[in-house]
C-alpha cells in the first residue's frame, strides 16, 4: 500500500499541505503582529517537527509532525522575504532577497550530503524482509530527521538578535523605531527619504488588515500576477526532480547508491548557480531572467522527454537535469521570491504575501502529489513534456505582463503598478 501512487504522493506531500496552512496564517497574523515574531514562531514548529518525525513509529505519526514543519516552512517562506525586502535599501534588495535563497539552497545541499553521511551503501538484490530490517530503514531515516534540529535550533536563538523591519513599526506608528533602524541602514539621508515615502504610501489606505483589502480593483492585477507567478515558479517542473530524485535517476538506469552521489552533484550545481543569480538580479533585472529561465526550461525538458522516450541513460540524463536545475536556480527559484516581495503595496504588503505564497504551496503540494500518477500514466517522458508546455505558458505571461522592478523602492514599484492598472 506505501509503494501506490497515491500513499507516495501523499507522504511526500504531506509537507507541502502544511506549508499551505502556514502560508494562510502567516500574511495577516505578521501584518497584526510583525514579521519577526512570525519567525520566532516559525522556529518552535521546525525544532518540534525535527524530532517528532524522527521519533515517529506509526505513518499518521510520522504524517502528523511532517505537517507541523510544513507550516513553519510556510510561515518562514512567506515572512523572510518579505523581511528582506522591507529593510534592504532598492539598490541591493535584489541581492539580499536572493541571500534568502542561497541560504535555502545552502540547507538543502548540506541536508542532501548529511544524508549520504548518514546513509549506508544498501548492497544488490535484497530481499523485503532483509531491506525492512536494514539499518536505513531502521535507524538510518530517523538520524536524517533529528539531523535538523542542529539549524532549527540555531534558527531560534539567532532571530532573536533581528530587529522588527522599518516598515512594519511604521505601518503601527512607530515611527521613531523605524527611523532609528533605517538611520543604521543608510545614514540620515536615506532614512529620512525612506521615512517619506512609507509615510505617503500608508496614509493612501487605511493600515487596517483585512480580506476586502485585496479585493481593491487597485490591488486586483498585482495580486493576480503574484499568484501566477508563485504558482507557476513550482508548476516549470524542477522540484519533482528534488522530491523523486529516485524515480527521476532511476529511470535514467541509475542505482539506488548512485542516486545519493546524484543528488548531491545537482545540489551542487543549484547552489553554484543560485550564487550566479546574486549577481546578475540588480544588474540583469527581474524580468530578464525570468523571461530566460522559462524560455530555457521548455527547450530543456523537449529534450529530457525525447531522452526518456528513446531509452537514452546515464550520463546524457544526469546532464540534462543538471542544466535544468542550474537554469531554475539562476532565474525562476530567486528572482520569483524577489518579485514577489516588491510588487504588494505597503499596507497589505503581508496579507498580499500571503495569499501568493498560499498559491506557491499550493502548487508545490499538487505537483509532488500529481507527479506518480502522471508519470504512471504518461511515462517519464510525456511527464516532461507536460512541464515544458507549462513552462512555454509561462514565458508568455511573463512577456506580456510583468514590469521590471529593479533599482525601484518598494513605493516606486506601487506607483508605478498603479499607472499600470489604469491603462
Not at 532598492?90 to 549520504?116: D, E, Y
Not at 538510518?140 to 536563538?157: D, K, Q, S
Amino acid at each position: 500500500m506505501a509503494h501506490s501512487p497515491g500513499w507516495q504522493g501523499w507522504a511526500m506531500s504531506s509537507a507541502l499541505v502544511g506549508c499551505i496552512v502556514g502560508a494562510i496564517v502567516a500574511g495577516r497574523t505578521s501584518d497584526l503582529l510583525g514579521r519577526k515574531k512570525l519567525l520566532i514562531g516559525a522556529a518552535v514548529l521546525f525544532i518540534i517537527s525535527a524530532f517528532g518525525t524522527g521519533a515517529s513509529n506509526h505513518f499518521d505519526v510520522f504524517i502528523l509532525f511532517r505537517l507541523i514543519g510544513g507550516v513553519g516552512i510556510g510561515i518562514a517562506s512567506t515572512i523572510s522575504p518579505i523581511y528582506i525586502a522591507e529593510i534592504a535599501p532598492a539598490g541591493k534588495r535584489g541581492l539580499f532577497v536572493s541571500i534568502n535563497q542561497l541560504t535555502i539552497v545552502i540547507g538543502i545541499l548540506a541536508a542532501q550530503i548529511v544524508n549520504m553521511l548518514i546513509a549506508r551503501p544498501v548492497p544488490d538484490l535484497l530481499s523485503v524482509p532483509e531491506t525492512l530490517a536494514s539499518w536505513n530503514v531502521q535507524w538510518g531515516w530517523r538520524m536524517m530527521f533529528w539531523a535538523e534540529l542542529v539549524p532549527a535550533v540555531l534558527f531560534f536563538i539567532l532571530i532573536f538578535l533581528v530587529p522588527e523591519t522599518p516598515r512594519f513599526l511604521a505601518k503601527v506608528n512607530q515611527y521613531d523605531k523605524a527611523g532609528h533602524i533605517l538611520l543604521k541602514i543608510g545614514g540620515a539621508q536615506y532614512a529620512n527619504d525612506a521615512l517619506k515615502q512609507i509615510r505617503e504610501s500608508l496614509q493612501e489606505g487605511s493600515s487596517k488588515v483585512s480580506l476586502k483589502a485585496l479585493m481593491d480593483k487597485k490591488v486586483a492585477l498585482v495580486l493576480w500576477i503574484g499568484i501566477v507567478l508563485a504558482a507557476f515558479q513550482q508548476w516549470c517542473g524542477i522540484n519533482v526532480i528534488f522530491n523523486y530524485a529516485e524515480e527521476v535517476f532511476t529511470a535514467a538506469g541509475y542505482s539506488v547508491n548512485d542516486m545519493f552521489i546524484n543528488i548531491v552533484i545537482t545540489g551542487s550545481v543549484n547552489l553554484v548557480f543560485t550564487i550566479v543569480a546574486m549577481g546578475t538580479v540588480d544588474k540583469w533585472g527581474r524580468r530578464k531572467l525570468m523571461l530566460f529561465g522559462s524560455g530555457a526550461l521548455a527547450l530543456i525538458y523537449l529534450v529530457l522527454g525525447v531522452f526518456y522516450f528513446l531509452g537514452i541513460t546515464g550520463w546524457g540524463v544526469l546532464l540534462i537535469v543538471v542544466l535544468a536545475i542550474a537554469v531554475y536556480a539562476m532565474s525562476l527559484a530567486p528572482v520569483t521570491w524577489v518579485v514577489l516581495s516588491e510588487i504588494f503595496p505597503n499596507r497589505i504588503r503581508g496579507l498580499a504575501m500571503s495569499v501568493a505564497t498560499l498559491a506557491l504551496w499550493t502548487s508545490s503540494a499538487l505537483l509532488v502529489l500529481t507527479f506518480p500518477f502522471l508519470n504512471d500514466a504518461f511515462g517519464a517522458s510525456g511527464t516532461f513534456w507536460i512541464y515544458g508546455v507549462i513552462c512555454l505558458a509561462g514565458f508568455v505571461f511573463i512577456y506580456r505582463i510583468l514590469p521590471e522592478t529593479k533599482g525601484k523602492s518598494l513605493e516606486e514599484i506601487e506607483k508605478e503598478l498603479d499607472k499600470k492598472k489604469g491603462k
